[in-house]
């Protein structure tokens, strides 16, 4: 039950990481250049509360300094890179390897 659900977790993410991925792609063909969106950026357009919320929730129950070398790094990186990364992190903790019988 607990593998089923860390496999749509895994697909769910990875349906995010195409999803921005196609908006990076259209950005960079519309203006001739490379160009990625941070999820940062993305996350403050989406819903800029829930980031505001986010830091505050990190700073208050956790180490506060996560929040500036570690977060914000990941939070600079491309977005489509990091849900990728999380689909990949989903798969593996949810796959099952199988088990071959030796006759």
Do not use: K
Not at 52 to 72: E, H, K, M, V
Request: no cysteine; proline share 5%.
């Amino acid at each position: 039950m607990f593998r089923l659900f860390l496999r749509i977790l895994a697909v769910l993410a990875l349906a995010v990481a195409v999803v921005m991925a196609v908006i990076d792609a259209t950005r960079s063909i519309a203006a001739s250049a490379l160009t990625f969106t941070p999820l940062g950026e993305s996350w403050y357009a989406v819903s800029p509360d829930t980031l505001n919320l986010a830091q505050a929730t990190i700073q208050r129950y956790t180490l506060p300094a996560i929040w500036d070398p570690f977060i914000i790094q990941i939070l600079t990186l491309p977005g489509w890179l990091v849900f990728l990364a999380l689909a990949l992190f989903f798969y593996i903790a949810g796959y099952r390897r199988r088990r071959t019988v030796l006759v």
